[in-house]
Nanobody, 127 residues
Framework: QVQLVESGGGLVQAGGSLRLSCAASGRTFSRFPMGWFRQAPGKEREFVAAISWSGGTTEYADSVKDRFTISRDNAKTTVYLQMNSLKPEDTAVYYC????????????????????WGQGTQVTVSS
């Protein structure tokens, strides 16, 4: 089992920045590719960013590319999502997710690949 706790959400003006954190506990954090997803009211949960357990490979949704950066610190068992140039359409509840995979370069973009999820953190971007 892996427990995930997100933090760092809040209210920010358009153009501002936030850094989300996802602290993991339980099984060994390394060997777990991680992902960030978000869900706006009335919409499906969508992929935002993913990172391999080694941190060497990453992937982003087109809507956040060049604005968001995913990273991880395996020693601190934490994954981060740095969000810059925020837009009102980024408003959503943001979730981190984990899946066990020992391949060092693998990441996943499909939410049904992830068995472990955090409770989410609200991000609201005002115009």
């Amino acid at each position: 089992q892996v427990q995930l706790v997100e933090s760092g959400g809040g209210l920010v003006q358009a153009g501002g920045s936030l850094r989300l954190s996802c602290a993991a506990s339980g099984r060994t954090f390394s060997r777990f590719p991680m992902g960030w997803f978000r869900q706006a009211p009335g919409k499906e949960r969508e992929f935002v960013a993913a990172i391999s357990w080694s941190g060497g490979t990453t992937e982003y949704a087109d809507s956040v590319k060049d604005r968001f950066t995913i990273s991880r610190d395996n020693a601190k068992t934490t994954v981060y999502l740095q969000m810059n140039s925020l837009k009102p359409e980024d408003t959503a509840v943001y979730y981190c997710a984990a899946v066990f995979d020992p391949s060092s370069s693998v990441y996943y973009t499909k939410k049904d690949k992830y068995p472990y999820w955090g409770q989410g953190t609200q991000v609201t971007v005002s115009s």
